[in-house]
């Protein structure tokens, strides 16, 4: 998926962690945070025909706190032994994640117990439900990995194996019920034939690292780079109809927001509002203290945000304000997923968290 690329070289020293539990357990959160007002208005990026021409704009953000908006930790798990990397909800609606540690786990969604553990031969960095019980793996060994989750052991071999990246596969997409495509750091986004087990386009504009992927609502494809750049793909036609420029280091992370309309995280430590049809950026969201690895939508009017600061931010789009900062993560946060209104985090200190508004 979009938001799961590798991390190269990274080395996390986590000392004293809690031996692995493959359960959640309760958290009391007795952190307290100040109320104030929040406008009620919709978000001026729901629509395309609203969207204010205020290009570049420089924000340097006011962190508050909201009666409306007011996370907090309620569950957490010792997942991983070494820095979890992906988080997908599965059609079922169990939770995949993935780890350095060369293990993807499947975590149940009522008992939140680990079910099923594949172990890999690498490290595996993104994953992607195909069809329902189908879990393709992007890898270290330049592989894609495909797992059936209704027919695994604890140790097993991948069902079938993609083979044709030259690098690593950091970030993983659909682009229509036939076809996936998956971007390396070997520069390429190659295109794959689901059924026929094999690869029916490259998709060659991006001068390095290929970091993150995703579908967006037309169809096309939008993949950011360690190139600084951002672009828009007619996979189709195996053809690059836009590039967006304006990240100082590389990007990330991608949400599409709405039609027509992306969120961009990068190692500039800013996220950046897009129109991609104009080719604009609209805004530019400034708070975290290091680089911007995962973003996630959590309504219309608010986006949440990891960084390897070891924050999740929450993000007012209306006022362009970080409204709340959440800070129990030990490490760098690496992804984040909304599951049904419930915001799960995943981190270099090897746990899963979830965040409830209360």
Not at 13 to 37: A, L, M, P, V
Not at 81 to 88: G, N, P, R
Not at 207 to 232: H, M
Request: with cysteine; hydrophobic share 30%.
């Amino acid at each position: 998926m979009g938001l799961c690329e590798s991390i190269p070289n990274e080395k996390v020293n986590e000392n004293n962690q809690k031996k692995e539990n493959s359960s959640f357990r309760n958290i009391s959160n007795s952190t307290n945070y100040t109320d104030s007002h929040i406008h009620k208005n919709s978000s001026p990026y729901n629509q395309n025909s609203s969207v204010q021409n205020n290009v570049q704009s420089n924000l340097e953000v006011k962190t508050i706190i909201t009666s409306k908006i007011n996370y907090k930790r309620t569950n957490s798990i010792d997942a991983h032994k070494d820095i979890i990397v992906c988080l997908i909800e599965l059609h079922d609606r169990n939770i995949a994640s993935c780890s350095y540690d060369k293990t993807i786990k499947i975590w149940n969604k009522t008992t939140y117990q680990c079910d099923k553990e594949i172990i890999t031969s690498s490290k595996v960095f993104c994953l992607l439900e195909f069809e329902p019980g189908k879990l393709l793996c992007g890898t270290e060994n330049k592989e894609i990995e495909l797992y059936d989750l209704y027919d695994i052991k604890s140790s097993t071999k991948p069902d079938i194996v993609f083979q044709g990246h030259l690098l690593w596969v950091n970030c993983l997409a659909k682009c229509d019920e036939h076809m996936f495509a998956s971007g390396s750091n070997d520069t390429d986004i190659r295109i794959w034939d689901y059924s026929a087990h094999q690869q029916s386009k490259v998709l060659s504009d991006h001068s390095k690292e290929v970091l993150t992927l995703i579908q967006l609502k037309d169809g096309r494809l939008c993949s950011g780079s360690a190139d600084l750049s951002i672009k828009i793909w007619n996979w189709k036609e195996e053809k690059c109809d836009a590039t967006l420029i304006g990240h100082l280091r590389w990007v990330k992370c991608i949400l599409e927001l709405s039609k027509g309309i992306i969120i961009s995280g990068s190692d500039d430590k800013t996220i950046r509002v897009w129109d991609i049809d104009k080719k604009e950026c609209l805004d530019k969201l400034i708070d975290h203290k290091k680089s911007v690895r995962s973003l996630c939508k959590l309504s219309n009017e608010y986006i949440a945000s990891a960084s390897f600061d070891g924050t999740i931010k929450i993000w007012d789009l209306n006022k362009k304000e970080c409204i709340q900062t959440l800070t129990e993560h030990s490490s760098k946060v690496i992804c984040l997923l909304n599951y049904s209104g419930i915001l799960i985090s995943a981190s270099g200190d090897k746990t899963i968290k979830l965040w409830e508004n209360k």
